[in-house]
């Protein structure tokens, strides 16, 4: 067994699991390995399930003493009873109507189990206990014949779904631990230098922690690489831009004039001082890589319009991507709009696109016969080919990794390009993150945009708060509520898009037309939902953050946000933008736990500013209630472990040593070099250290 040897060669796993484990994303070992732990749970040394206390939630380690015939009850139930012991201790475990429960358990084997606990007329029992783990076959875990739980035990629980136990990954993962040595990847003298583990204790140590001092130890060492190697990668990609810079000198197309005069607005100050710089790029016989931050609503997608118009007319195409098929969606009909003066040839590409119609478009993109496209992830697929492609967008560019970004940008030979973000990301951060690029900011809004009124109310008070969006329907008015994310086995008291959907279809809003959107809604359903939304014959839009980036409704007035607490403040800040894109007044109304002191203050930011450069600066002042925050980069930018602003810190010496690395004329350190690069070459899924 090696690191990409199929999963279905694991003991163990038969067609079924590896197909529900392909939907985890598992395909090889290495995806096993690299399914981090969500959480851990840890096993009290010793605790007896003498000591626990009537409806307490335990985690018991036991062993099983006999597996009891089912018992058919009068009211059709069935019971199944297994018998466990802990040291001279006995107590049942119960299953009414899952007869299957039982046959996870062999005799006199030991396992980790998790229940509530009953305590009746001396009785003990655990109803419907779950196996947490079979202690029996992990060889470095085992405990004493005497069965007394003698070793403090920490437990990963991972974010699986489909039917896949915990129990059983756990014991896949200990499986192929025990047949498998990772080998090291770092340079000797970084490990030297802070004390790393090496990488296959760092491995096991995260998955099956011995402690929790080398838990955190593991956790340190797999940061760092991770944000090595993305500094490595980062680092090198400038150097590659240095030394292979040579760009399309384009010249500044007459047409530009007339297109100036034909713009449905004037522009900012602002706006026209980032084309200027766009258009001086484009001058130049060096390629173009500049990112353009701004606001939300402060208006990129008009800069990128003139632009990649000045490429067409000097008869290159350009292209730009988008994150949401709601958003590509979006851009292709203001491009027609903007452009429509104009004979050229727009089309736009997403995952709905017809079959038929994707292949006549990747045929006219060939042939150029194509001026601009616009689409979403469908763009990097390895069939997209170009004919002269000479510029290249990203829009709201922290939703793609950095190896989508290349991909993207490698369509083309000296392509121009061009990424563009509403995330203010603070400066000294931004040069980590993106060390190869050049920045401009549109630091102004659009004239006659007004502040939009933001509150938070408690969530008890969402009756209110409804009645409200009610009466701005009754002007003519449309709603966003936003809910956050919530995973199947999250117990809090969490809202879902879904519940939240039922409740309102059948109360506050059972006269109105409502709708919801959200990320597993097949995505022409989802574009007919927008299109209803956007043409106001949908009045509420109950939605995910899919619609946190660039959607554009003028018409909506209120954005309500549930469990607001949820959200990091520059999340919350890129979704009150939803609002204020009309002539109305507009309305953002941040439910939360406003009881807690903490969130209070949190949301007061957002209530006293609107500059997302300060409210960026001050979410990253305050973290410290970690996942809170939001702006997790993982999934997105590859990064699994790590967190750029909370790993800020490791981030900076994983970059200085990156750079040294770099410099290095040392065989070894050349070796690393080369095999770092092959690696992330190979599989540009994954930033992180394979
Ligand atoms: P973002 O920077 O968030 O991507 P958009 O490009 O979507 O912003 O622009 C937001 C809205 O502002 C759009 O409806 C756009 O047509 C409008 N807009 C952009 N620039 C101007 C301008 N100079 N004057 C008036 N409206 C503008
Ligand atoms: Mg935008």
Not at 194 to 220: M, V, W
Not at 359 to 388: P, S, Y
Request: aromatic share 8%.
């Amino acid at each position: 067994m090696d690191i990409y040897s199929d999963i279905k060669y694991i003991v163990g796993v038969g067609p079924k699991m590896a197909e529900a484990l392909n939907k985890c994303g598992i395909y090889n070992v290495l995806d096993l390995l690299l399914y981090f732990p969500r959480d851990y749970e840890q096993v009290s040394a010793g605790k007896s399930i003498l000591e626990c206390v009537e409806s307490e939630k335990v985690i018991v380690e036991c062993n099983v003493l006999n597996i009891l015939k089912d018992l058919r009850l009068k009211n059709n139930k069935t019971l199944s009873t297994i018998v466990f012991t802990q040291g001279e201790n006995k107590f049942k475990g119960k299953w009414f109507n899952q007869t299957y429960a039982k046959n996870s358990f062999k005799i006199s084997n030991n396992y980790i189990i998790t229940g509530k606990v009953n305590k009746f007329n001396g009785e003990i029992t655990m109803m419907n206990p779950k196996i947490v783990k079979n202690t029996s076959m992990d060889t470095t875990n085992s405990i004493d014949t005497n069965n007394s739980v003698d070793t403090n035990k920490i437990i990963a629980t991972y974010p699986l779904k489909n039917n896949v136990t915990n129990n059983f990954f756990n014991k896949i993962i200990s499986d192929v631990l025990c047949n498998i040595e990772i080998t090291e990847i770092l340079p000797k003298w970084i490990l030297e230098k802070y004390g790393f583990c090496s990488l296959d204790d760092a491995t096991r140590n995260i998955h099956s922690p011995k402690s929790l001092e080398l838990l955190n130890q593991s956790k340190r060492r797999l940061k760092f690489q991770e944000l090595f190697t993305y500094s490595l990668k980062i680092l090198m990609l400038k150097e590659f831009i240095k030394s292979h810079n040579e760009g399309i000198q384009f010249k500044i197309a007459p047409e530009l004039t007339t297109l100036k005069g034909k713009l449905p607005y004037e522009l900012t100050k602002a706006q026209s001082k980032v084309v200027r710089e766009i258009l001086i790029d484009q001058k130049k016989d060096k390629g173009m890589n500049r990112l353009l931050q701004g606001d939300v609503g402060s208006g990129k997608t008009i800069v990128a319009i003139i632009t990649m118009f000045n490429v067409v007319k000097n008869g290159y195409q350009a292209a730009m991507m988008a994150p949401t098929e709601i958003l590509a969606k979006q851009h292709y009909e203001e491009i027609q709009k903007v452009l429509k003066d104009f004979p050229l040839t727009i089309q736009l590409l997403c995952g709905s696109t017809s079959p038929k119609d994707k292949e006549l478009i990747k045929r006219q993109l060939k042939e150029g016969t194509i001026d601009i496209i616009i689409g979403t992830h469908a763009l990097i697929e390895d069939n997209v080919e170009f004919k002269n492609i000479g510029m290249i967008v990203t829009d709201e560019q922290h939703r793609f990794g950095v190896s989508q970004r290349n991909r993207f940008s490698n369509k083309g030979k000296n392509v121009d390009i061009l990424v563009m973000t509403a995330t203010p990301i603070p400066r000294t951060l931004s040069l980590y993150l993106y060390g190869d690029l050049d920045v401009s900011i549109i630091d102004e809004l659009p004239p006659g945009r007004q502040t939009i009124d933001t509150s938070y109310e408690s969530m008890d008070s969402s009756k209110k708060v409804y009645e409200f969006a009610l009466n701005e329907i009754k002007k003519g008015r449309q709603v966003y509520i936003v809910c956050p994310l919530v995973e199947e086995n999250e117990e809090m008291n969490l809202t879902s898009v879904q519940e939240l959907y039922e409740k309102l279809k059948e109360g506050y809003f059972s006269s109105i037309e409502i709708g919801m959107v959200y990320g597993k809604v097949p995505s022409k359903q989802k574009n007919e939902i927008m299109d209803r939304f956007k043409a106001g014959e949908i009045k509420v839009l109950i939605a995910t953050t899919v619609i946190e980036v660039g959607v554009n409704v003028p018409n909506a007035t209120v954005m309500i946000i549930e469990n607001s607490e949820r959200f990091g403040l520059a999340q919350l800040h890129q979704l009150r933008g939803r609002v204020g894109r009309g002539v109305h007044k507009s309305y953002c109304i941040l439910l939360a736990n406003i009881k807690n002191k903490i969130v209070k203050k949190r949301l007061e930011v957002l209530i006293k500013s609107n500059d997302g450069f300060f409210i960026a600066e001050e979410d990253l002042k305050n973290r410290g209630a970690g996942e809170l925050f939001g702006f997790k980069q993982s999934g997105e930018s590859g990064l699994l472990l790590a967190d750029v602003i909370e790993d800020f810190n490791i981030l900076k010496l994983a970059n200085s040593e990156a750079k040294q690395l770099l410099q290095s004329d040392n065989i070894e350190d050349i070796k690393v070099k080369n095999e770092i690069l092959e690696k992330i070459d190979q599989s540009s899924n994954y930033i992180c250290f394979n």
